[in-house]
């Protein structure tokens, strides 16, 4: 039941934004049955919503669908027992309300800001949102105008196949990333690749996978681009210095060892993070001095175990470093002379047992004796 206070055969009017923008999301149904609750609440009529169906001339399925409608864009909302109808919001809010709810497919909203462009005429109604500037009245349409100039730019420079299965993954696209700057470089990103390796397929399925690596590693702008490509490059360098240095071929790292390698960098609560000069320290002192037992060059997960051992003491320098995995060579130790096992002759004995085996070979040693 509906009540409320009010007098008896008022006008019910409504804005138009029911009609412009509403309508031609929610349908013909969902209108009519919000203007007919609209009425009865301004007149205080007690009516069901099974009343209100018959009078429409609604089955209840209909209804019941127009009614679900209405609660989904908050025209209308439950609280305990009464229903309690809500005004139709502003151009710019119900804009802004629709491009940010989730809950409405991409498609739903392609085609209604396709249609707001021929209803829109407001110029004064704008929203203010709270710690945000004004949203201007047409930024629905130049939302929709941007997100279509780059489909036409895909197709035309990335040679994308343009298909219905192409304009859902755009969709898509759009949907997780809102920053235009960084469409823009996906773009950029996509051309390169086809310029650099050829066209192998569609080219749209590398952009996507670079878009859904994008989502994983939580990039949704240009700004967030910048800080994850120079992270990349700096793990990129050491990568490449590991490699080197252990003798590897160019990119060969599994994704294990890599996972090993950022933990050097990163490190965590125990372990000190290490730059790539400490690192490749490390590394070729580990080499130079034998530590390695095995054949060949050192692992990964052998050199792991030493440089896990310098993280925790928290070097500052390569002689930090050496203090901790040569301790011999420090301290009371490197004051102390190695010890000489070796018995050195005289060079006059030397000379001595020379003369006398040569004489033996001649036989004149027994004459000598004589």
Not at 240 to 259: A, F, H, S, W
Not at 327 to 336: I, L, R, Y
């Amino acid at each position: 039941m509906f009540i409320v206070n009010g007098k008896s055969n008022q006008d019910t009017i409504i804005k138009h934004q029911l009609l412009e923008l509403y309508q031609p999301l929610i349908g013909y149904e969902a209108v009519s049955l919000w203007i007919y609750l609209k009425h009865s609440l301004n007149n205080n009529f007690n009516v069901s919503l099974k009343e209100i169906y018959q009078k429409l001339q609604m089955i209840e399925s209909t209804g019941n669908m127009a009614f679900k409608l209405l609660n989904k864009y908050n025209l209308i909302k439950q609280e305990d027992n009464k229903l309690v109808l809500q005004e139709p919001l502003s151009s710019n809010q119900f804009i802004k309300f629709v491009k940010d709810h989730e809950a409405i497919d991409i498609e739903t909203k392609r085609r209604f800001f396709m249609l707001v462009d021929d209803f829109f005429e407001e110029k004064d109604d704008q929203i203010i949102v709270e710690g945000e500037e004004d949203i201007p009245h047409d930024e629905g349409i130049t939302v929709i105008q941007r997100e279509d100039e780059l489909v036409a730019r895909f197709v035309n420079e990335c040679k994308f196949n343009p298909t219905k299965q192409l304009r859902q993954l755009f969709d898509d696209w759009f949907f997780q990333i809102k920053d235009f700057r960084l469409l823009e470089e996906l773009l950029t990103r996509t051309k390169k690749k086809i310029e650099t390796d050829g066209v192998k397929g569609c080219p749209s399925k590398y952009a996507d996978k670079i878009v859904k690596e994008w989502v994983l590693m939580g990039i949704k702008t240009y700004e967030d681009l910048n800080k994850k490509d120079e992270t990349f490059k700096q793990y990129w360098e050491v990568y490449r210095m590991v490699e080197k240095e252990l003798n590897k071929g160019y990119d060969t790292l599994t994704p294990e060892e890599k996972k090993t390698i950022n933990q050097w960098i990163m490190g965590d609560k125990s372990h000190e993070a290490l730059s790539i000069n400490l690192i490749e320290g490390t590394i070729k002192l580990i080499i130079r001095h034998g530590f390695y037992k095995g054949k060949g060059i050192p692992t990964i997960y052998f050199t792991n175990k030493l440089i896990s051992k310098v993280q925790k003491a928290k070097v500052k320098s390569i002689g930090d470093i050496e203090a901790i995995l040569l301790p011999k060579t420090h301290g009371k130790d490197a004051d102390q002379k190695p010890k000489n096992f070796t018995h050195e002759h005289s060079k006059s004995d030397l000379d001595e047992a020379i003369r006398k085996k040569t004489l033996l070979s001649y036989g004149l040693a027994q004459e000598e004796n004589k």
